[in-house]
């Protein structure tokens, strides 16, 4: 899922420079494009965490 993920973005990001002239558009995507990954990664730890919490009850049960 993660990989698909960043694979779409980067699929994205490089369709997009194509059709960008403008630089303040280009610089508003990028920036929006951090937003963006900052919370993938959130999301992606918030997975993380769930498996490890899913684990330690598996141990314990």
Known sequence: Y???M???VILTL???RMEFDDIG???FFYQNL????RIIRKEFNVLE????????QEDSS
């Open 25 to 27: 558009m280009l610089e």
């Open 2 to 4: 993660m990989k698909s």
């Open 6 to 8: 960043v694979e779409h």
């Open 49 to 56: 965490l769930l498996e490890k919490i899913k684990s330690v």
């Open 14 to 16: 490089f369709n997009l």
């Open 34 to 37: 951090g937003k963006s990954l």
